[in-house]
């Protein structure tokens, strides 16, 4: 089955509009219709909160609010499953340590950059097909 990607909500937090311009220029480009952007953490945790997209793809590096501190925000909202909100980690350096961050706080996914087409692609697929409530994303 694949993924209709113009039936999702992807919000991008991340802090270099170029960076972020490429991730929007892709999510355009595979389908996706509803694309929201945040320049930080701490408005990206407020536009989860206030939009509720089907997937977020954070940067790690932001100021003021970085992307482990959003995706423990995230994890901590008891409000109609946005804690399980899926977050795929976007950065520049895949050191240990943030991998095990990563696992601890259940991110959805993690994407090295500089991030292609089909490595994007890729992970929106498998967040769609390993969540059960996301099958009405599948054609």
Known sequence: MAVDYSKLSILIVEDDNFTRGLIRKVLKEIGVRSILESSNGKDGLMEVVRTRPDIVFCDIHMAPMNGKQFLQGVRGIKVKDVDK????????????????????????????????????RDSIDAVVSSNVGMAQWLT
């Open 85 to 120: 909100t899926p977050v795929i980690f976007l950065t520049g350096d895949a050191d240990l340590s943030t991998v095990r961050f990563a696992k601890e706080y259940n991110v959805n996914g993690y994407l090295v950059k500089p991030i292609s087409l089909a490595k994007l």
